[in-house]
């Protein structure tokens, strides 16, 4: 089942023979718990009440970093990361890395200063220049997570 919030796009996927529901995941109320989630640059807002609702117990959740849904899931009770594929999917050389082989900062954000000049011109900025502004940017924005819920923990 795909969960999408564009009824235009459900519609799409529903013509050409996909099961598709137009809602977003913190709404959606699935008839039977799915045993994994693929959320690939999900601006939804990953929580253990949401992974409850969708996910059978030991339910796997595949994800990338592009909107931070691995540094959210990472931090929820229950959830066990247990591979990544780096350092992108779209990649040739990915790695698939498991275990306690995963990089400790794999699904971690950085926080840089970036400045913009009058004339558009982008540069590296600090947090001491008042012209510069911050930006969270994933260390890994296109590896692949996959994480392990344990909804009874």
Same mark, same amino acid.
């Given at each position: ?36 989630? =693929?959320? %690939?640059?999900?601006?939804?807002? @990953? ?5 409850s609702? +969708? !996910?059978?117990? /030991?339910?796997? *959740? ?16 229950? =959830?066990? %990361?247990?591979?990544?594929?780096? @350092?992108s ?5 990915? +790695? !698939?890395?498991? /275990?306690?082989? *995963?990089?400790?900062?794999?699904s ?16 590296a ?10 930006m969270?940017?994933?260390?890994f ?13």
């Amino acid at each position: 089942m795909h969960v999408e919030p564009s009824a235009a796009d459900c519609d799409t996927l529903i013509e050409n023979g996909y099961q598709a529901t137009a809602s977003t995941i913190e709404e959606y109320q699935p008839a039977t718990q799915a045993d994994a989630i =693929v959320a %690939l640059n999900s601006y939804a807002q @990953p929580t253990k009440e949401v992974l409850s609702t +969708v !996910l059978k117990p /030991g339910g796997k *959740i595949i994800t990338n970093n592009w909107t931070k849904w691995a540094a959210d899931v990472v931090a929820i009770e229950g =959830v066990r %990361l247990e591979a990544v594929l780096l @350092p992108s999917y779209m990649n040739d050389e990915a +790695v !698939l890395v498991e /275990g306690s082989d *995963i990089p400790p900062d794999a699904s971690g954000i950085d926080l840089t200063y970036t400045k913009v000049d009058r004339s558009g011109q982008v540069s590296a900025g600090s947090a001491d220049d008042p012209d510069s502004f911050p930006m969270e940017m994933a260390y890994f924005p296109d590896a692949l997570f996959v994480f392990t819920f344990d909804s009874t923990i």
